[in-house]
């Protein structure tokens, strides 16, 4: 069974440059959550999608928008980027009401 | 609103036991998780609790109080690889989770 993966590793941009990170999900899972995680904190909820539609969102701006593709892989687009967007980006992946597994995330630099 | 809380940081010595508490506000209760994080690295699941009680796996339990919005991760005989950040979130009514910020436990010989 594989796990949740996500690319890139990290990755390096500048002020109003754009970022779209990937994800693919656990073999059988139907949703993915995206979170934000700042440097000691707990993951912030971005979004959540079940089968290709968003079903929650959390307190992001619009500029943060996503995609579920039909084999539940999933995009996270971030347009506009600024610096406080600096943070490690996980993705989880679940069977609709089951417990999340993680990726290993995207640590995303804005400079 | 919607609020966790956990200690920001304990300290224990390995071999013996701790306990990391969580207290919870949250539009709805849908299940509480514990999910351990070492550095630079993605969380990863311990425990889930959707009843009152204590939930026993290894050297891990977990305890849930929904009248008290108040949970418990414990961890016995604690060996140095223990020491990382441990979260506490809470799946709300719209099954979305909620987390707290963390506690970092630190593992002395």
């Known amino acids: 069974e594989t796990g949740v993966t996500q690319s890139p590793t990290h990755l390096i941009k500048t002020r109003g440059q754009q970022v779209t990170l990937r994800c693919s999900s656990q073999?059988?899972?139907?949703?993915v959550s995206w979170y934000q995680q700042a440097l000691g904190q707990g993951p912030q909820f971005i979004f959540q999608?079940?089968?290709?539609?968003?079903?929650g969102r959390g307190n992001f701006p619009p500029r943060f928008s996503g995609l579920q593709f039909p084999n539940y892989s999933s995009e996270l687009n971030v347009n506009a980027l600024e610096l406080d967007d600096s943070a490690l980006y996980l993705c989880?992946?679940?069977?609709?009401?089951?417990?999340?597994?993680f990726g290993p995330g995207t640590r995303l630099t804005v400079l | 609103g919607q609020n966790i809380d956990q200690p920001t940081e304990m300290t224990a010595t390995e071999g013996a036991i701790v306990q990391i508490n969580c207290t919870y506000q949250?539009?709805?209760?849908?299940?509480l998780f514990w999910y351990q994080q070492h550095a630079g690295e993605a969380p990863t699941f311990l425990s889930y609790?959707?009843l009152d009680g204590l939930e026993e796996k290894g050297r891990f339990s977990s305890f849930l109080s929904r009248s008290k919005g108040y949970s418990y991760l414990l961890l016995k005989e604690l060996q140095m690889k223990d020491s990382a950040s441990y979260l506490c979130?809470?799946?709300?009514?719209?099954?979305?989770?909620?987390w707290g910020a963390g506690t970092k436990l630190i593992i002395k010989p």
């Open positions: 989880a992946s679940s069977q609709w009401g089951n417990t999340q597994y």
């Open positions: 073999s059988g899972h139907n949703t």
């Open positions: 999608y079940y089968r290709e539609e968003e079903n």
């Open positions: 949250t539009s709805g209760f849908n299940g």
């Open positions: 609790n959707v």
């Open positions: 979130a809470v799946r709300d009514s719209n099954y979305q989770l909620i």
